[in-house]
DNA sequence: CTGAAAGCGCTTACAG
DNA sequence: CTGAAAGCGCTTACAG
């Protein structure tokens, strides 16, 4: 491999210790009082011998790897690939690197990523977290390790978090559907634990509740495992006992099932079922009608969370929680 | 941060050396000839401290990182998220982890994360290359770093790589489109002298002058800094002249753009233009008709990357240069 | 102004 | 069977 030039070629070279031309390519020159002309020479000789330092001697001497641990459900899924890409250019910024890890909402697999990441050092941590995983991330409290969560928090977790406002995106969403003249709303969720799915379902019965359709409410909870399979089930009973006349999905997983669903079954919207989906996605645009959705400002979240975390490295700070709000894009799926 | 645990914590609790304790850990302990209830004083000693190995000091010590560094178009683009999440899956596999960044297609910004990759040390290079970057992969190929190509290659440069057969899909693709009786058929592609696009260009040629169509040979060529626009004017043009009868896509972003102006157009498919897009996207199902579309074996690819750059790591190996074959999947946006 | 030396946490060739 | 020691490539407290 040729072997890559190291500080002590150069100290060789300029006939110096590596101190010296350490603290030179530190630019520390001034503060340790290195002669202009040392300086200079060293500098043309690291040049010469195209010196790059070597970021894992670094990292050990220093304590610190400048690298930022991401545990999210899956790269692969749009919503998240988009997040990371933010995640990845904010960092970038800061000189930051991230490692990223897919955890498929499976608490072991988080675990074992978390114990991946902390065998290389991260200097902090960006989760979804999975069902059940409070544990974990506690024991990341405890070393102190910061750490900020992300599109979700566990309730009572003294932790950072950036998410969305759930409750009210979901509590406007019906209340547009109800508006529109919808009676029977109906939503499909997850079966899950995790709170931004209960604010999700809650905005949901708040608003049927608010406006005295407590007995039209009908949570269909699918499991993460046949998404697929268990949202066609419910679409196609919806329909048929025409149990429903409005639908609203809680994430865009689950928007997406139903809409292969609703073209399997050859459903009219809005005029049979009126429908509004999670987060956006190019499939919501080409779905006839367009689709209405709730959008998420992903790109400030994501920054935030950038922020918030870079923040918690530098030192002890305030535990810094942060909702946002959604957006409502009406087209024309609600009628 | 409460310290971690290290080697000497375990050394001076049982009253041994580091070494002793390093061999144990490694499994070494037959090798070595450790007393077997010496090793199992250690083990106990090191699962009561929760001893778990700092891997930046390995890595130093030993010079291999067990790291992978990606660098791709974009993340957020769910064809290179999902290959993104191959990759990480295999790796995994072997107990490496994949650091990545995109690279906007912009060869500056490549060569920076190639940099910054080296400078962390990786044991190895997966890399959607940019236009223009030869002499940056050439470098590579010079510190004699495993590199493997994917999505496209550099023609002439003596390096690994996993592909499509561009040129059998575009013309497989075209063949279809004259069956159905097509004949002006469109080209939309990206400005771009990276060879997969000119492969797909000449397939796209080849078939066409295949069936005595050379006077209806018309490649669009966009810029990726402005696809959207410049596709919209595109599909535009060729539909209020009458240009073509149908169109074939070069890429996933381009296919998506040309939808969104379809759609805006009000051009009816497949009656009044046939269209085939390329790789696989949730948006192809829902418009409507459903879309026919060139598909990748992207799973294979990926995982097939991984196996060629872990061998090229293991040592000097000859170059490996794949191939794949692509899949037409046929709905009803072609007559 | 400049440099020798220790040390980050490991692994491994070497010696006994 | 076991261990002392060197060394990976840096940074930094310390001494002069």
Same mark, same amino acid.
């Given at each position: ?21 350490? +603290? ?38 220093? /304590? ?67 069902? /059940? ?34 409750? /009210? ?95 399997? +079954? ?57 909702? +946002? ?11």
């Amino acid at each position: 491999m040729g072997k890559k030039t190291s500080l002590k070629d150069i100290a060789n070279k300029v006939g110096v210790s590596t101190a010296l031309v350490s +603290y030179v390519l530190n630019g520390l020159e001034k503060e340790k009082r290195v002669g202009p002309e040392l300086a200079l020479k060293i500098k043309e000789a690291a040049t010469a011998l195209n010196y790059t330092p070597n970021q894992i001697a670094r990292s050990l001497r220093k /304590g610190t790897t400048n690298t930022i641990g991401l545990i999210l459900a899956d790269i692969a899924n749009p919503f998240f690939g988009q997040l990371a890409r933010i995640i990845e250019d904010e960092a970038a910024k800061f000189n930051y690197i991230v490692i990223y890890g897919s955890s498929d909402e499976n608490c072991l697999k988080s675990a074992s990523l978390v114990e991946t990441f902390l065998d290389r050092q991260v200097d902090g941590f960006i989760i979804v977290p999975s069902e /059940g995983c409070r544990e974990q991330l506690e024991s990341l409290g405890r070393k102190e390790m910061p750490l900020v969560l992300i599109d979700r928090y566990l309730p009572g977790l003294a932790t950072n978090y950036v998410v969305l406002d759930n409750y /009210g995106a979901v509590y406007d969403a019906v209340n547009h559907l109800i508006s529109m003249g919808r009676k029977n709303v109906a939503m499909v969720a997850y079966k899950s634990s995790l709170v931004h799915m209960e604010e999700r379902t809650r905005g949901y019965r708040q608003a049927m509740a608010g406006h005295g359709l407590e007995n039209s409410i009908s949570v269909h909870a699918v499991d993460y495992y046949s998404v697929r399979e268990e949202v066609d089930q419910i679409i196609n009973q919806i329909h048929d006992d025409r149990e429903a006349d409005a639908v609203v999905f809680a994430t865009n997983a689950l928007t997406i099932s139903g809409l292969y669903a609703i073209q399997k +079954y050859n459903i009219k919207v809005p005029e049979e079922l009126a429908v509004i989906g999670f987060d956006g996605n190019e499939a919501f645009d080409f779905f006839n009608p367009p689709l209405t959705y709730i959008r998420q400002p992903l790109e400030e979240m994501g920054r935030e969370a950038v922020r918030v975390l870079l923040d918690q490295i530098k030192g002890p700070q305030k535990i810094q929680q942060m909702k +946002y709000k959604h957006q409502l894009i009406k087209r024309s799926s609600c009628g």
